[in-house]
């Protein structure tokens, strides 16, 4: 939480909630808005991003809106 105090222009976290509790999770999804972040928390990323990119063995899988990525994955659970 101490790197925001500055309002950095760019941020890059690494799995920022991991060890939050439910009230600082809320917190932090307050003020994230508008930075960058890794997770392999996929609930932490549904609700805290608009845009998603998947990178798998260093290539860029997907890139785009949830919206799209979600569509994406249920029309291949479905197959």
């Not at 690494?14 to 997770?39: H, M």
């Amino acid at each position: 939480m101490l790197a925001f105090i500055h309002h950095p222009k760019i941020l890059f976290l690494d799995e920022p909630t991991i060890g939050l509790d439910i009230l600082r999770k809320e917190e932090y999804t307050e003020i994230s808005s508008s930075y960058l972040l890794t997770s392999h928390q996929i609930d932490d990323v549904e609700r805290l991003c608009k845009r998603i990119i998947l990178i798998e063995e260093g290539e860029i899988k997907f890139d785009g809106p949830k919206v799209e990525l979600s569509q994406l994955t249920n029309s291949k659970r479905e197959a």
